[in-house]
């Protein structure tokens, strides 16, 4: 099991570092020189020696490979460089913001799960009519875009109740109408494929031989047909954490939610390419861990892997 | 003698087609019966009917099912749980795929003793997987750690657990070696001389149901076409019938 | 002639039926023609010049002038709002276009050729996937400063991915079809296999995939203009629209509605046109307990 574990890991390996280069390939790709523009920035307008003897300098006249491993063996010590609009270093900008962020979008993610499981299992449990309710409930849900969403819910809970406030502190009660914007819609997506699941699996033979030996419809659900879809779920739904970082960044500028998507909309007007960078490197290697984490769920969850595994 | 069962001119339809027309047929209290008819002709479609699993596209147009005087083409949902497990049950076709995958085959038994309501759940389903003559280790399996023949027996021991008043079986021993195949119906035989259970057993081999049943229902094409005692469907003067048990007879003489 | 405009009734009935038992389906169809006919009406109706400012009719309700108001600029809401249909729904439909055209061969290719080919295609793909989409897009629009384009070829780089894996799904199922096995075995070319067998397999549920990713698309994209980093002012488009509303939405609440309505419905049109057409294949029925 763990061997198996482990060499889940490796094969993960090649993944991770083809993400590296992808993230420092975007950046050091992008036109416009850095160099140049920062000096643009602080007023100087260089000459062309000027310019050549700063790349050489950084290392910017070196070929594509040889910066790279300099990159990332900087980035593996967290040395991203240094902000260029605020001078600070890059990995004091990330960890300032990412909290926030983080505690988003993990609230976000059980919310999401939450719903997911309430509308799912509520369309299958339930008849004819309302089963269509839920399932038009859901697309619309679906269609609704979140920074939509967010505006209305301002409208109605801050202008019109004044139950919840715009301008807050980062503190949990600030969080409730965020987490409620980014959970509806994923929330229902998943609901979807909940449903869908459950649907799959009450069409096959199995569940007709325990609805033949008179089990109730709650046992089968939980006996034997949660441990068949509980794998694919996690899949889903660390997928969905996906979704939810790239929604914290319209939330969060749209509740002044302190997090890291501030950081970055204000990079990418500012062309603050080695925050851009980390920001890509800290979100994906955030998705790609729990990615793994649900990887293993499905490994524990199937009894046909699970065995193979464990003889192995 | 009351029927533990009765078919009354059921008719199924699916997609515009007639698949089963104006079937009827009695079960007795106690009674064992088999049906028999070549592959596809709706033996399989009659048995879920009669246990309320028909899905779309397949409805019935008309008829009725009685048991216990009720008509359970009536039945709610819960009504069908009450009777179902204890009262009726269905060992399926396709044991291949009729157990649950990701659950071991001791919690699936032991689920059936638990609906059976008996006291020792252990004990009743480590006896029954000795009649169908199952090692005790396989309660630790899943079931695709079992061959066809093995997830075929345990299906029988479900059944045996269960101790139906109406046991539907459909085809339980194709696949099974004929020393085994002999093992089980005997088990299946004890069961039902035990219980006064009424057994509707379903199968294409004439060869079988003869070990079973002393009456016998013929079907083809969607018709009951023929009953009869199962002895005298060798004299019969159904095409049909004629043309099964000639079948049988020379599979008998080839063996 | 006569049996063959017979036939064609014929199919235009049976059409009619399907439309009348999935409702959803009809309604996300009337609703995307609904925009399509709106988007020509510019042609027949004049409209105020879009970018036409006024500003003394500043954020005015709707009124006969301005049926649905006006912005804070003073320009007209409803002819931005028909000028935003070529562009925002246009963009959606541009960027699912490349999209398919990177993921169409991408997933054919690996789910045909398989083998090494296939894990290394794959596994190019996953790298990309690994990155949450829509913050792959930003840092994409990070590199190429923001604009309606980048953020169409930001998007486009991000979803492709999904799409060619899911793609090269339908290529695997399609292969393993009976008759498609056999035509291999018969020395069928990839060529022919292709478009003889595999295509016309796999269009029904290409179908649903491209009318739901579409409508992904244009979330993805309207957010992006919504941030200020996709489509910029004054070009009309409903991302763009709101946040141009965001600090007046209070006092003219048309600002917030019509262009968020506006991507709502455009999206559902998309999703229950999607969804219909899954609910029409997916025959299985579950068993009743
Ligand atoms: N879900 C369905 N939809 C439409 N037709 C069906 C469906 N299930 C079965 N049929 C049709 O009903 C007929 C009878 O099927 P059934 O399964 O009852 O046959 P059978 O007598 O059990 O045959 P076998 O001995 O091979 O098991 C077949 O012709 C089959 O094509
Ligand atoms: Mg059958």
Redesign the interface.
């Given at each position: 099991m763990i061997k198996y574990l482990l060499i889940r890991m490796a094969s993960a390996l090649p993944t991770l570092l083809g993400m590296t280069i992808v993230a420092f390939a975007i950046v050091s790709l992008a036109p416009g020189d850095p160099i140049e523009q920062e000096l643009r920035a602080m007023g100087i307008v260089p000459t062309v020696e000027d310019l050549n003897a700063l790349r050489a300098k950084y290392g910017l006249d070196k070929p594509f490979i040889y910066r790279y491993l300099d990159w990332m063996s900087r980035a593996v010590q967290f040395d991203f460089g240094t902000s260029i609009a605020t001078g600070r270093t890059v990995i004091n900008e990330i960890s300032l913001h990412f909290p926030a962020t983080f505690t988003l979008a993990i609230s976000a993610l059980f919310g999401t799960i939450l719903i997911s499981l309430t509308l799912g299992i509520a369309a299958v449990a339930s008849n004819q009519n309302t089963a269509s309710f839920l399932r038009a409930l859901t697309v619309v849900l679906v269609s609704i875009p979140s920074f939509w969403l967010a505006l209305i819910l301002i409208y109605i809970f801050v202008f019109y109740f004044g139950w919840a406030r715009l301008v807050g502190d980062g503190s949990l009660r600030d969080l409730v109408l965020p987490v409620i914007t980014l959970s509806l819609g994923s929330g229902a997506a998943l609901g979807r494929v909940v449903y869908e699941r459950i649907r799959a699996e009450m069409c096959e033979d199995y569940v007709r031989l325990a609805i033949a030996k008179g089990v109730s419809p709650a046992k089968i659900l939980l006996r034997h047909i949660t441990p068949r879809i509980i794998g694919p779920l996690a899949t889903a739904w660390t997928n969905a954490l996906g979704g939810l970082l790239g929604g914290a960044v319209i939330v969060e500028s749209i509740f002044g939610w302190p997090g890291l998507g501030q950081l970055i909309l204000q990079a990418i007007s500012q062309r603050d390419f080695p925050i851009i960078q980390a920001y890509l490197v800290f979100m994906g290697l955030g998705f790609f861990i729990t990615s793994l984490i649900a990887d293993i769920i499905v490994i524990i969850t199937d009894p046909q892997l699970r065995r193979k595994n464990s003889h192995e | 003698m009351v029927n533990a069962l009765s078919v009354e001119e059921l008719s199924l339809h699916a997609n515009g087609q007639t698949l089963l027309d104006n079937v009827s047929f009695e079960l007795a209290m106690g009674e064992r019966k088999g049906l028999i008819g070549a592959s596809g002709c709706g033996k399989s479609l009659s048995a879920s009917a009669i246990c309320g699993l028909l899905r779309p596209p397949l409805f019935i147009a008309s008829g009725r099912i009685i048991l216990d005087g009720r008509n359970i083409l009536d039945f709610t949902q819960k009504e069908w749980r009450a009777v179902r497990g204890r009262h009726i049950f269905q060992i399926f076709q396709s044991p291949g795929t009729a157990l649950t995958l990701a659950m071991r085959i001791g919690p699936q038994l032991l689920e059936a003793a638990e609906i059976a309501g008996v006291k020792n759940s252990k004990r009743t389903v480590l006896k029954a997987l000795h009649d169908v003559e199952l090692d005790e280790a396989i309660t630790e399996f899943f079931p695709y750690q079992l061959s066809g023949g093995m997830k075929q027996r345990v299906l029988i021991a479900m059944a045996l657990i269960l101790r139906p008043r109406i046991l539907i079986a459909d085809e339980p021993t194709t696949g099974l070696d004929v020393l085994t195949e002999f093992e089980i119906l005997s088990s299946l035989n004890t069961m039902i001389e035990e219980t006064g259970a009424s057994l509707l057993f379903i199968s294409h081999d004439l060869r079988v149901v003869r070990n079973v049943a002393q009456r016998t229902l013929v079907m083809h094409e969607g018709r009951i076409v023929e009953e009869t005692q199962t002895d005298m469907l060798m004299q019969s003067s159904h095409q049909h019938s004629k043309s099964l048990a000639k079948a049988a007879a020379s599979l008998v003489r080839s063996c | 002639m006569n049996n063959l405009s017979a036939k064609k009734l014929n199919s235009v009935y049976q059409f009619i039926l399907i439309l009348k038992k999935h409702s959803?389906l009809s309604i996300g169809i009337f609703i995307l023609f609904a925009f399509a006919f709106i988007s020509l009406s510019p042609l027949f109706i004049t409209y105020i010049e879009p970018n036409k400012m006024d500003l003394l009719a500043r954020l005015s309700p709707p009124s006969n002038e301005h049926i649905l108001g006006t912005d804070h600029l003073g320009r007209d809401v409803l002819s931005r709002f028909v000028a935003a249909i070529p562009v925002s729904l246009g963009a959606a439909l541009f960027a699912m276009m490349v999209i398919l055209a990177i993921a169409l061969p991408w997933g054919l290719v690996a789910g045909i050729i398989g083998g090494r080919v296939d894990a290394i295609m794959m596994?190019?793909a996953?790298?990309?996937m690994?990155?949450?989409?829509?913050?792959?897009?930003?840092?994409?629009?990070?590199?190429?400063?923001?604009s309606l384009e980048a953020s169409i070829i930001g998007v486009a780089a991000a979803w492709w991915p999904s799409n060619a894996r899911m793609i090269r799904a339908l290529v695997l199922a399609a292969k393993e079809r009976e008759f498609v096995r056999a035509a291999r075995l018969a020395g069928a070319s990839h060529l022919r296999i292709i478009f003889r067998h595999i295509m016309p397999q796999i269009l029904p549920p290409l179908t649903v995939i491209i009318s739901l990713e579409t409508?992904s698309v244009l979330?993805a994209l309207?957010?992006l203009s919504?941030?200020?980093?996709g489509a910029q002012p004054p070009t009309p488009e409903w991302?763009a629209m709101?946040n141009e509303a965001?600090p007046f939405?209070?006092q003219a609440?048309h600002m917030?509605l019509v262009p968020?309505l506006a991507?709502?419905?455009a999206?559902?049109g998309l999703?229950?046109v999607g969804?219909g057409l899954r609910h029409i294949l997916d025959q299985?029925?579950?068993?009743?307990?």
């Open positions: - | - | 959803g596994r190019m996953d790298i990309i690994a990155f949450p989409t829509l913050i792959f897009a930003l840092a994409i629009i990070g590199f190429m400063g923001a409508a979330l309207s957010s919504f941030l200020g980093i991302g709101l965001r939405f209070t609440l917030l968020g991507v709502t419905l999206v559902l999703n229950l969804e299985r029925e579950p068993y009743k307990w």
